[in-house]
């Protein structure tokens, strides 16, 4: 990969060893997050999209790994291909057995690895299986080929079996305790996946496994006997932009990553750096993707990126609009991705709109601090708790806690995006503004003033359930609407209900979808046989994207991970 591409890489496992070492920035709250992770006892590790858990987990790796007098063999596992498994949930009875048994195998492969790297030639075998064979067993399954899995897979693996070849890793490299790293563990949009992963979870913890799981807020299902606090210990990771030490951490992102010019560019200009740095709400993934929009000129047509030498202030406020508009594209996506909850993104949206037009609102009255912050009446909807929990995983609001003012009664207090406030001009309010104004808006806005009002009235409707009903697929056979989303047979021909597979679902969208511009979607779609989010995923080594006029292997391997992260 190209230099200069690869210091815009914004997901950790894409980089090197070499470069992620270079390029790491100490999280503000580091020490203590690392020091849980290394530590026995199980944590989650929760936080959006691009907020950095994989990065402190590989961290953590690293540090345990070639610690001096280590005591404890720590395994990365990443769980980002779990979702392949999902169409099973719908096919196959015993779909629970089979994920089950990949969750075992993954660990084992993983617990191999670890003592490759560490230089242990010695590899222990699992359940009679060697790694190569597990390996096999695994791509089966993500391919829904049982008949093969099952041919390999003689005697399943128990909790047993388990223990027993995670004793013997542990005696090859004489060390007491096992650390797994479980990332992307949670985020796939199966309900039955994620409540089966914590049981798995649950089940292997034990005075010599300690296990970690990376999580996204808001849309992760624990199994009825798993309980956060009790069985495992939560640790937010998500940056927050009013902590003091935000902006050297966004600074140190920038100086690590970019060239010295660049970012003495960047720094210099203490305004657009703070705007950019607060605009990212959080999330280092959007800072690395508005540095790159404002610093590189991208000639889409030609496949051609140059250096800009000056940041203009409409560069500047163009990076911050994409920046919101790539979040509110992650909560789009939810909509084909789990069309049952349609109507949550449909009003979403309006409720973000309303939301952003109540802060401007009451920012362009006061003559005070400005706010960011909504103040919802308490107590919320639980149809309204569900769609606030999809715009929290998709970085658009973040929770604050709640408030009591009294007779006035409970508050629940949401921050807006920055971005999408900066972009509609809520901060300030005014036609008039330079960048160094509204940066000093939202450096010191008034932490305790909030936009008082009702989800009601953002929804303009006082039954909040009648406009977030389910979205249930009718009968496939007398196309009679459900009854329920519990209704398991159809009242009218009895014939069996079953929702369709979340992976198929989203890897039949089509590649419009995907993060691309309009000209390049219809290059790619009328010089190759590319249309869907599938067919990406299926074209080994880019031979169809390669046939696309002006697409190089930079953009080839740029568009595959888009597809691979629009269905993980």
């Known amino acids: 990969m190209a230099e200069n591409e690869s210091v815009f890489v914004e997901q950790a496992e894409y980089l090197d060893s070499a470069m992620f070492s270079s390029w790491f920035v100490e999280h503000p709250k580091e020490v203590e997050i690392l020091r849980k992770l290394k530590a026995s006892g199980a944590k989650l590790l929760i936080g959006p999209r691009g907020t950095g858990k994989t990065t402190l987990m590989l961290k953590a790796l690293n540090e345990m790994s070639f610690a001096g007098g280590a005591e404890t063999l720590p395994a990365y596992v990443n769980f980002k291909t779990s979702l392949r498994l999902e169409p099973l949930y719908k096919t196959s009875g015993n779909a629970t057995f089979w994920f089950n048994q990949w969750l075992f195998l993954n660990a084992g492969i993983g617990l191999a690895n670890s003592l490759e790297n560490l230089g242990f030639s010695r590899q222990p075998q699992i359940n009679d299986l060697s790694i190569e064979t597990a390996k096999k067993i695994v791509d089966s399954l993500q391919s829904g080929d049982l008949d093969t899995a099952k041919k390999f897979l003689e005697t399943p693996i128990t909790i047993s079996e388990f223990n027993s070849y995670s004793q013997e890793c542990l005696n090859i490299c004489e060390r007491v305790r ?69 902006l050297n951490f966004m600074r140190s992102l920038v100086n690590r990553r970019l060239s010295d010019s660049t970012a003495t560019a960047l720094t210099l200009d203490d305004a657009t750096f703070q705007l950019l740095a607060l605009s990212a709400f959080g999330i280092p993934r959007n800072m690395l993707n508005m540095v790159r929009k404002i610093t590189t000129s991208e000639d889409t047509d030609n496949n051609i990126s140059s250096k800009r030498k000056t940041f203009s202030r409409s560069a500047v406020l163009s990076a911050i609009a994409e920046c919101g508009d790539t979040s509110q594209q992650i909560f789009k996506s939810l909509k084909a991705k789990i069309p049952t909850y349609s109507s949550f993104v449909d009003q979403g949206l309006v409720f973000l709109k309303q939301a952003i037009q109540a802060i401007k609102d009451y920012n362009s009255k006061t003559t005070k601090a400005k706010t960011v912050t909504l103040a919802l009446t308490e107590p919320l909807a639980n149809e309204l708790k569900t769609l606030l929990s999809f715009l929290e995983y998709s970085g658009l609001v973040r929770p604050r806690g709640n408030v009591s003012r009294g007779v006035k009664g409970t508050f629940a207090l949401f921050d807006i995006h920055y971005a999408l406030l900066v972009e509609a001009n809520a901060v300030l309010s005014q036609k008039a503004f330079t960048i160094a104004d509204v940066a000093y808006s939202l450096s010191r806005r008034d932490a305790h003033a909030f936009v008082r009002t009702s989800a009601e009235k953002l929804l303009g409707t006082k039954n909040i359930a009648a406009i977030l009903p389910l979205q249930l697929p009718p009968c496939e056979v007398c196309n009679t609407p459900r009854a329920s989303s519990e209704a398991k047979f159809c009242l009218n021909c009895g014939s069996p209900l079953s929702l369709k597979s979340t992976f198929e679902t989203a890897v039949q969208q089509s590649i419009s979808l995907l993060p691309l511009t309009p000209g390049r979607i219809k290059s790619i779609t009328s010089q190759s046989s590319i249309q869907t989010v599938k067919d990406v995923l299926l074209d080994k080594e880019h031979k169809e994207l390669l046939k696309v006029k002006m697409i190089g292997p930079v953009w080839a391997t740029r568009i595959s991970r888009y597809a691979k992260e629009f269905v993980e």
């Open 178 to 246: 096992i650390v797994f790293l479980f990332d992307d563990a949670a985020h796939a949009f199966s309900s039955d996946q994620q409540r089966d992963f914590f049981d798995f979870f649950r089940l292997i913890k034990s005075p010599s496994i300690s296990p970690k799981a990376a999580i996204y807020p808001g849309v992760t299902n624990f199994s009825s006997a798993f309980h956060v606090g009790h069985d495992a210990e939560q640790v937010d990771i998500w940056l927050d932009p009013t902590d003091s030490r935000y």
